[in-house]
Structure formats: C-alpha cells, structure tokens
C-alpha cells in the first residue's frame, strides 16, 4: 500500500464441495456350513475386491492355493471347528474382513449285523445303522440281494457254497459318505427239504405212527431234534434220527390233529440250525 492510497481490506471466501466417500467391500462367505472329515469344499466370496486374500484362522483344514481368488478350496483334515477369514481391499483404501466357522463332524459309523456263516439255499437279514439318508448295497459271490435296497436292512438269498461279500456305501444328514462290508461262508449245510406225510392212514388209537423228514447233505455230526409244536401227540421212539414214531392222546378222537417240528444242526459247520414242520 503506497503512501496516500485508500486502506485495503481483506478478502475472503468459502466454496462446498461434494464428496461421497467410497463403500468398504461387503465381506461375506458363502458356502457349507457342516463338512465331514477328509472332505474338500468350496467357499466363496459374496463381493468382488482389488485385493482379496483368504486363510485359515483356526482348525483342522487348509487351503489349497492360489488363496487370492473369489473361491478357494478349503480342505477339512480332521473334526472340529474350522475359522475360514476373509480380507477384501479396493483401490481406495477402503477394506474389510470376515469370518466363518465350520464344523467338521465325525465320520458316521457303518456296521452290517447278520449271520457270518449260512447255508445254501437259504436267505437272511442283514442290516445297517438306522439314519443314514441313503443305503446302496451290493454283494459278490455264491449270492443275490433278494429285497430290502436302498433302505437299512436287506434280504440275501445264497446259492451255492462258498465265501459271499455284502457292502454297503451310505451317507448321513451331513452328507458323510460311510462304507463297510461283511464277508460270509456258505456252507453246504444238512438241510430239511420237508417232513413227509405218513405212507399210510394214522391210526387214532395206535403209538405206532410213522413220520420221516427228508434231510440233505447230513455229517456224521449232524443231530435231528424232533418236537410237537401244535396237539397232544407224544413222540415214542425215534428221537435224534430222521424217522419217528409217535402216538395220540388219550381219549384218542379221530379228527386230532398234532404239528411236528424238526430241527436240523450240524456244530462243525457254524451255521444257523434248518427247520421244516408238518
């Protein structure tokens, strides 16, 4: 300011600017909640990034590289809970980081119950642990699935002697595969095709009665158990063979009516005893 010049005043000014700063990435996993052990699965990132970085923060499970993709792969090594974190970052400085639990359950047990050792030309349960979501059974050998796939017990019909496997491959509500097997003998047991009508007419009033069974493939340890399930009737002679004699009850009526069972076993081959009636 020269001498004599008017006194200067200062100038001042205000100006707004709109600024709408910039979201942080919307960090979020998406994927299985429930795994089983010895699995692998696929997580996800819900938002892309510049910069995206995946570990794991606690857990029995890893990642199989590159860790720096929208998935990765996590695989599950042993039960427990699994912490899968994820970092996301732009450009702009703007970042953010999430987390997810998993829980890594037991494998389900896989048990097949049934006989071990069998006869030809028989057929037994065999069954597995109720629960499982699914049941796909097979069986190789001297034998065939009679009925019962796809559920938890199965009927096996075995045909001729020899070693027969039954497996099955199941999955739990957790999808968790299971899978066992059973191996089974097939012997060519003593087997009580029937027991045959009398050769002749029943005489009421007589203890002389005859009634024979027709039994295959017997051992000189095979034993014959006979017993009367139904009727007054009383076996007289004969027990532990193959033909009896028997007679009916006092007072003797005509029309008397008696059921004969015949129990089949044979101790050197382990199998279940073979039973026929009339």
């Known amino acids: ?42 997580y ?25 993709t929208q998935c990765v792969t996590v695989n599950f090594t042993g039960t427990g809970q699994c912490v899968i974190k994820l970092d996301l970052a732009n450009l702009d400085g703007c970042a953010s980081t999430c987390t997810k639990p998993v829980t890594v359950t037991p494998a389900p047990e896989c048990d097949i119950d049934g006989p071990e050792t069998v006869c030809t030309d028989s057929t037994e349960e065999y069954c597995a642990e109720l629960g499982f979501t699914s049941y796909d059974w097979s069986v190789t050998g001297p034998c065939n699935i009679q009925s019962g796939d796809g559920s938890a017990c199965i009927n096996v019909n075995f045909t001729d002697p020899g070693e027969c496997s039954i497996s ?21 047991c003593p087997v009580c095709k029937q027991v045959n009508p009398p050769d002749g007419p029943v005489n009421c009033a007589s203890d002389g009665n005859v009634l024979n069974a027709t039994v295959n493939n017997t051992t000189p340890t095979t034993t014959f158990t006979w017993s009367v399930t139904d009727g ?13 004699t028997y007679s009916f009850p006092e007072p003797c009526e005509e ?21 026929c009636s009339r």
């Open 1 to 42: 300011q020269g001498k004599g010049s008017p006194p200067c005043n200062p100038i001042s000014a205000t100006c707004c600017i709109d600024f709408t700063p910039p979201d942080a990435p919307d960090c979020q996993i998406n994927g299985r909640d429930s795994v089983c052990p010895g699995s692998s699965a696929e």
């Open 44 to 68: 996800c990132s819900e938002d892309t990034a510049d910069f995206i970085i995946w570990s794991i923060e606690s857990g029995p499970c890893n990642i199989t590289p590159p860790n720096t």
């Open 168 to 188: 099955l491959d199941a999955v739990d509500a957790s999808n968790c595969p299971a899978s066992c097997d059973l191996d089974v003998t097939v012997a060519d």
């Open 232 to 244: 007054g009737c009383e076996i007289t002679s004969g027990q532990g063979t193959t033909e009896i």
């Open 255 to 275: 029309a008397e009516c008696c059921t004969f069972e015949l129990v089949v076993d044979d101790p050197s081959d382990n199998a279940p005893a073979r039973t």
